[in-house]
């Protein structure tokens, strides 16, 4: 058995609530479409043995989208879908609960992969290396995405 599958189907489960969201949300069909690229590219990356920078992207790149969820209050109405799902209530916003597993596939993202990455590659040195480079990629990728969609992000009422 492979060591990584966990974390290949941790992104394929990321690619399919995105790909979920886009029928939920046909108005942001490319932005969620997009979103799901990096975590093809993950799995690209496993597929051909580079663990390394399979593990550092997908930490980066979930912690990246749970900062820009928690930014645009995504997560705020996730976490009251998840308490009505507590309560034994159905969630009656089918996106924040679909945000909620993602979120949750981001945090649990983050600890696989962290794990592989301290039992395959601590100690090596090249963590410096990978997590710059893999650092700029992920910047660069949810800078553009940010920027190609900053017009489709609901901005908050004024104050008045």
């Not at 996730?78 to 996106?95: D, I, T």
């Amino acid at each position: 058995m492979r060591p990584y599958r966990d974390v290949a189907t941790l992104a394929v489960a990321q690619i399919l609530c995105f790909l979920l969201l886009t029928h939920l949300e046909p108005e942001f069909f490319l932005l969620h479409l997009y979103q799901s690229i990096i975590y093809m590219a993950i799995i690209l990356q496993l597929f051909y043995l580079h663990e390394r920078w399979a593990y550092m992207i997908g930490m980066l790149a979930s912690a990246a989208w749970l900062m820009l969820a928690f930014a645009t209050g995504l997560l705020g109405g996730a976490a009251r879908q998840l308490f009505r799902l507590g309560k034994g209530e159905w969630p009656n916003n089918s996106v924040s609960f679909l945000a909620a597993l993602t979120g949750l596939f981001a945090v649990l993202m983050i600890v696989f992969c962290a794990r592989h990455w301290k039992r395959e590659y601590s100690g090596l040195g090249k963590w410096r290396v990978t997590f710059l480079v893999s650092f700029v990629v992920v910047a660069v990728y949810h800078l553009t995405l940010v920027t190609w969609f900053w017009e489709m992000i609901p901005k908050p009422a004024a104050v008045k």
